[in-house]
């Protein structure tokens, strides 16, 4: 690439605002500052600016200081409250099926159910070996009342062994048999001699106990969804009418055989 430009550069060349490079020999440079700025528009053949600047700005003489007692008070930030944390529990999974536990329930009422029934039964209509309501009445001749207590025995056993089977009023049917089945254990253990000796009672004492046993357990257990009480709470889950039933219905039996008899079970 050819270079045209054979002009030198002198001084002149700039406008004098600005330092002027020249050049010496050796290749060094140096610069030329003008001695004011009227020469470098005398040499520029420029028009020197007209407008005046003031060589010094003008201080207030008095200062204002602000009125703070005016001012709004700053307003105080909230104190920062830490979140408590409540851990939510967790959601377990519930079954609720209950496999054969509710045929177990209907088996279990129709043992003890259809045993009341079937005693009764034999004793108002002299079925089989039964003496009928005659031979309770002998069979308590010693207490006193034991005529009375001839009939309200298998009256007691019938009702409460008809609703038992049909899972009706279900707690009322257990108290009722607890009752009755309490008063037969207290008699036939009475009537062996045995007392409350368990290693002495015979097989009709261990019938009489164990139904008063397996009446006390429907009272807890609940008749299960098989039976006409299955939409209420004590078929399902029995838990205060259990005991409170439990305790009538042993209560019932001691009083019977305290008043019924006229023997003071404590004795």
Avoid: C
Avoid at 51 to 72: G, L, R
Avoid at 83 to 96: H, L, R
Avoid at 140 to 156: D, E, K, M, R, W
Avoid at 176 to 201: D, K, L, Q, S, Y
């Amino acid at each position: 690439m050819t270079n045209n430009n054979f002009h030198d550069v002198t001084p002149d060349d700039f406008n004098g605002f600005e330092d002027v490079p020249t050049y010496a020999e050796g290749g060094s440079t140096s610069r030329i500052r003008p001695a004011n700025t009227s020469d470098i528009y005398q040499r520029t053949g420029k028009a020197a600016p007209t407008e005046v600047f003031p060589s010094s700005i003008s201080q207030p003489t008095e200062m204002i200081e602000p009125d703070y007692a005016a001012m709004p008070a700053p307003v105080a930030e909230p104190a920062y409250i830490e979140p408590a944390y409540v851990e939510e529990p967790v959601a377990t999974a519930v079954d609720a099926r209950r496999g054969t536990i509710d045929l177990g329930l209907l088996l279990l009422r129709f043992v003890l159910g259809g045993y009341l029934i079937f005693s009764a039964i034999q004793t108002f209509f002299q079925l089989g070996a039964s003496q009928g309501i005659a031979g309770l009445e002998a069979q308590f001749g010693a207490y006193a009342y034991g005529n009375a207590l001839a009939v309200i025995v298998p009256t007691l056993e019938l009702a409460a062994g008809v609703f038992i089977v049909l899972g009706l009023l279900s707690p009322v049917a257990s108290m009722v048999a607890i009752a009755v089945t309490g008063f037969m254990a207290a008699h036939t253990a009475a009537n062996t001699g045995t007392g409350f000796n368990p290693v002495a009672w015979g097989a009709d004492v261990w019938l009489a106990v164990i139904l008063l046993g397996v009446a006390l357990a429907h009272q807890f257990t609940g008749p299960g969804f098989y039976a006409v009480d299955s939409g209420r709470g004590w078929a399902r889950r029995p838990l205060a009418s259990s005991w409170i039933f439990a305790a009538l219905g042993i209560a019932a039996a001691a009083l019977m055989w305290w008043f019924g008899t006229g023997i003071n079970p404590f004795a």
